[in-house]
Nanobody, 114 residues
């Protein structure tokens, strides 16, 4: 089955930046929409960003203008570039196929605190 491995999380101060990475073990990546989600004890899992097979991106209103999702089909990776981080961005972040049925990875935790 497909394995998803997220990395890059950590502790960052408000206003700081962080880039998350996701390695996908699928045979090919370029036929799938990819997405980043986040979940915290206070909030249900929410969709953060989506990138289409052609590279078109869409974002949740709460992160629009601050986050950027990118993909590298040859490398079979997707990345989430996060700028101007806020305490409410604190969560465990997961990547996955958008609208698909791949199992969830372990996620990577992001803590925004001073």
């Amino acid at each position: 089955q497909v394995h998803l491995v997220e990395s890059g999380g950590g502790l960052v101060q408000p206003g700081g930046s962080l880039t998350l990475s996701c390695q996908v073990s699928a045979t090919t990546l370029n036929i799938y929409y990819m997405a980043w989600y986040r979940q915290s004890p206070e909030n249900e899992r929410e969709l953060v960003a989506v990138i289409s097979t052609s590279g078109t991106a869409n974002y949740a209103e709460s992160v629009k203008g601050r986050f950027t999702i990118v993909r590298n089909n040859a490398e079979k990776t997707t990345h989430l570039q996060m700028n101007n981080l806020k305490p409410e961005d604190t969560a465990t972040y997961y990547c996955n196929r958008y609208g698909g049925s791949w199992p969830w990875g372990q996620g990577t935790r992001v803590t925004v605190s001073s």
